[in-house]
């Protein structure tokens, strides 16, 4: 009887060891969700058709941030001010690019954001948090962003030849930041020639 317990056990140790380990592509980076960073729940969803063909890249302008609880305090600013102020139904980015080198969880995959005018149903949004007009983020946050968008192609979320490009390229803002806009146009799948609004 002990023996059938402790082998129950260690069968169910090693299948969930397991199964977290394989029912995501080992690319995809650790993803934060909208309930650990204690965001509020979105007003309204709407839904995008997958792969989506575009990806949008923005800056916060806040900010950096290191470690979870500073990302996740700054994440619900930006929250409160696009529901409050902006009146969107939710954080407007679909995800978010923390200094601690992992993923947040905005809008989510699949979804309608609200970060690029004429864009939003047809890319996904993505935001370095930090301001990078004048400096880079840092190593951990670029190359968390690079395997995030493996990963979305992996998972079917995103266009084997999606497109990637800056906000500013498309909508009179000066985001991604210079910085980080001249980083991107050396990253796979750029483009200089954005699908017109
Ligand atoms: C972003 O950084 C630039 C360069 O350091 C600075 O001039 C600008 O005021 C910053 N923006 C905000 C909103 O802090």
């Not at 090693?14 to 993803?31: E, K, R, T």
């Not at 902006?86 to 080198?101: A, R, T």
Request: proline share 5%.
């Amino acid at each position: 009887m002990y023996k059938l317990v402790s082998i129950l056990i260690l069968t169910t140790v090693y299948q969930s060891f397991v199964l977290s380990d394989s029912s995501l592509p080992s690319v995809c980076p650790d993803i934060i969700s909208k309930k650990r960073w204690d965001a509020r729940t979105a007003l309204e969803v709407d839904y995008v058709i997958i792969p989506i063909d575009n990806v949008v890249v923005h800056h916060t302008v806040t900010s950096s941030c290191d470690y979870e609880d500073d990302c996740a305090s700054l994440l619900r600013n930006i929250q409160n001010f696009h529901m409050e102020e902006l009146e969107f139904h939710d954080i407007g980015y679909n995800f978010m690019v923390g200094g601690d080198g992992r993923i947040y969880e905005g809008a989510g995959w699949h979804k309608v954001g609200a970060h690029t005018r004429g864009y939003n149903t047809r890319s996904l949004g993505l935001a370095f948090i930090g301001n990078f007009t004048t400096q880079l983020p840092s190593k951990k946050q670029l190359q968390c962003a690079k395997d995030f968008l493996k990963c979305g192609v992996v998972l079917g979320e995103l266009s084997k030849e999606y497109k990637l490009f800056a906000a500013r390229q498309v909508s009179s803002t000066a985001s991604p930041g210079l910085k980080l806009y001249r980083e991107l146009q050396n990253w796979p799948h750029f483009t200089s020639r954005p699908p017109p609004k």
